[in-house]
């Protein structure tokens, strides 16, 4: 088992910035990628951005240039640092974990409200 705790979302004005962070517990010898996801009002959840454990990065498109993941391996957190929010990245965030023996992990996810 694994476990996701995530922290860090809150309420926050166009231009603001907020970091999100994920801390994983339980198995997490054999969790390679990590990455988080949005879920907008109405839409499916999206990936934003994920990282492998040796450090590949991939993001969405609309946060190109905006938004940057790094992972801490010593400490098995995952970060989420979001600068230049949009009212169009509200939404709940979750962070996943895939296990390479198990599959994925979900955390319970952190809600984002960027105001116009």
């Known amino acids: 088992q694994v476990q996701l705790v995530e922290s860090g979302g809150g309420l926050v004005q166009a231009g603001g910035s907020l970091r999100l962070s994920c801390a994983a517990s339980?198995?997490?010898?054999?969790?390679?990628?990590m990455g988080w996801y949005c879920q907008a009002p109405g839409k499916q959840r999206e990936l934003v951005a994920e990282?492998?454990?040796?450090?590949?990065?991939n993001y969405a498109d609309s946060v190109k240039g905006r938004f940057a993941i790094s992972r801490d391996n010593t400490k098995n957190t995952v970060y989420l640092q979001m600068n230049r929010l949009k009212p169009e990245d509200t939404g709940v965030y979750y962070c996943?974990?895939?296990?390479?023996?198990?599959?994925?992990?979900w955390g319970q996810g952190t809600q984002v409200t960027v105001s116009s």
């Open positions: 339980g198995r997490i010898f054999s969790i390679n990628n």
């Open positions: 996943k974990a895939e296990h390479i023996v198990v599959g994925s992990y």
């Open positions: 990282i492998t454990r040796g450090g590949i990065i």
